[in-house]
T-cell receptor, first 111, second 113 residues
Framework: QQQVKQSPQSLIVQKGGISIINCAYE??????FPWYQQFPGKGPALLIA?????SEKKEGRFTISFNKSAKQFSLHIMDSQPGDSATYFCAASINDYKLSFGAGTTVTVRA | SQTIHQWPATLVQPVGSPLSLECTVEGTSNPNLYWYRQAAGRGLQLLFY??????ISSEVPQNLSASRPQDRQFILSSKKLLLSDSGFYLCAWRSRGRIYGYTFGSGTRLTVV
């Protein structure tokens, strides 16, 4: 049973466009929501994370939007670049103890 | 600085053979350690986690086991591999300090034939 549901499974975006990935969760005890970026053949790397006491967090071209009442959060990649082509995972945990991951979204940025 | 080492990078094993994957962490002490498995085109499934030497928690009943013989060493094992054990195995650690976020190793691609 997947505790975090992620969509879409894949997306293609033109260079300079916006990539949006959505995640939803059920467990209201979750209090830490990170996003990981994974390139082929590599382990995932922490990209950005948010706690439910804020509604948005921005780091460079990456923004997390968080809607606590809807139990949803999303990743926006602004001005997408070919180097952003990777698989992105949302995750959730209680105090960063045991991460539950979404199924992943493969993002392809076309030049 | 903290680093995590995982080996081997790739492994092809016949069905019924044993398995031993090793993960070590440097530059930190008493970390939480985790083994995840990633099937092709799917998300990461937590297999085992450890909060200390000899302390192992299993998340999914399966053909695998884990051990933590030293503070910064985490081993994933199997006595007899199944075809369904194929996948990308990732070790991760988490500091118990105020810095959040897992650090993952580079993974082991296991193919059971």
């Amino acid at each position: 049973q997947q505790q975090v549901k992620q969509s879409p499974q894949s997306l293609i975006v033109q260079k300079g466009g916006i990539s949006i990935i959505n995640c939803a969760y059920e467990n209201t005890a979750f209090d830490y929501f990170p996003w990981y970026q994974q390139f082929p053949g590599k382990g995932p790397a922490l990209l950005i994370a948010i706690r439910p006491d804020v509604s948005e967090k921005k780091e460079g071209r990456f923004t997390i939007s968080f809607n606590k009442s809807a139990k949803q959060f999303s990743l926006h990649i602004m001005d997408s670049q070919p180097g952003d082509s990777a698989t992105y995972f949302c995750a959730a945990s209680i105090n960063d103890y045991k991460l539950s991951f979404g199924a992943g979204t493969t993002v392809t940025v076309r030049a | 600085s903290q680093t995590i080492h995982q080996w081997p990078a790739t492994l092809v094993q016949p069905v019924g053979s044993p398995l031993s994957l090793e993960c070590t962490v440097e530059g930190t002490s008493n970390p939480n350690l985790y083994w995840y498995r990633q099937a092709a085109g799917r998300g990461l499934q937590l297999l085992f986690y450890s909060v200390g030497i000899g302390q192992i928690s299993s998340e999914v009943p399966q053909n695998l086991s884990a051990s933590r013989p030293q503070d910064r060493q985490f081993i994933l094992s199997s006595k007899k591999l199944l075809l369904s054990d194929s996948g990308f195995y990732l070790c991760a650690w988490r500091s118990r300090g105020r810095i959040y976020g897992y650090t993952f190793g580079s993974g082991t691609r296991l193919t059971v034939v």
